[in-house]
Every structure is written in C-alpha cells, then in structure tokens.
C-alpha cells in the first residue's frame, strides 16, 4: 500500500514527520530516499521532534559521521549512506541500529547491501519543478496500514 502527499513547505514536512511518529514503535525501520534538498532530515526533524527528541538535540545530516543518536521516549538512530557504496553497507555494522531499542531512519536507502529482512517503511520525497513543494510517497505493508490510513487523511 502506498499514500502520496504534497508538503508546501519545510514546516509542514516537519508536521507530516510528527505525524508519522505517532505509529513508530521500538524496532522500526524508515527508509528514505530522494535527491539531495528533497526534504529527507526536514522529514526526519519532524519524526524526531514526535518522537520527544528536545529542541536542544540538533537534528542534522549525519553525511560525515555516517549516524547520529537522539534521546527521545525511545532512542532515534538517524543514518546517512550518501557516501557509501553498497558494498561499505555490508561492513557498516548497521544492524546494531536495525535491531537496536529505538526507531531507525535511514537516509539514502538504496544504498544498502540488501533491505533488512523485517517490515519497514519506505518514503521517497521528491522535490517538484517549483523547488519549493514536496512530494511524499509512503509505502508499508502490514501493521504500517494504519499510519498509511491516517496519513491518507492528512489535509495538504
């Protein structure tokens, strides 16, 4: 199943990421995809900040160090595969993350080696011609049906 919606801007991005938080549970895993200024850490900042990660805790694009940890109700695990090949994924260690006690994003999905092999949520943002609107499509299946349902209802 797969819903799309429109983002207008950065701040409502942010609230579609809040949105999205509310259906994560410990052991979730969020691929994203989508061009460089697409909207993937905008998206991110707002699953974060749902999550209860503090304003305090900047949440940016771990591009250079590979992942980043927020503390929130549980851990947020925020990875970013930009400069790796899908070979380097293999060796990453990733899967301290994957199967780790909090919810884990990661940016740049296709990059990895293989999709993990439980459930997991796939959003793709594109930027469209105007450069500043947004398209998010979200795609999960089984107990990921429910966000799915309630995001189909998001009023863009």
């Not at 006690?101 to 469209?128: R, S, Y």
Request: aromatic share 8%; hydrophobic share 35%.
């Amino acid at each position: 199943m797969q819903i799309k919606l429109i983002s207008h801007s950065p701040l409502e991005t942010v609230k579609i990421g809040k949105k999205i938080s509310k259906f994560l549970q410990k052991g979730d895993i969020i691929g994203l995809s989508g061009n460089l200024g697409a909207g993937k850490t905008t998206l991110i900042k707002g699953i974060a900040r749902g999550l209860g990660v503090d304003e305090k805790q900047y949440v940016r694009s771990p591009s250079f160090v590979l992942a980043h940890q927020y503390e929130g109700k549980m851990p947020v695990y925020h990875m970013d595969l930009y400069r790796l090949s899908p070979k380097q994924t293999r060796d990453l260690g990733y899967e301290e993350y994957i199967f780790g006690e909090g919810v884990c994003i990661i940016e740049w999905f296709e990059k990895m080696d293989k999709a993990p092999t439980q459930e997991w949520l796939h959003i793709n943002l594109q930027l469209l011609k105007n450069g500043e609107h947004r398209k998010i499509t979200v795609k999960g299946k089984n107990r990921y049906k429910k966000l799915l349902n309630e995001l189909a209802k998001y009023d863009t």
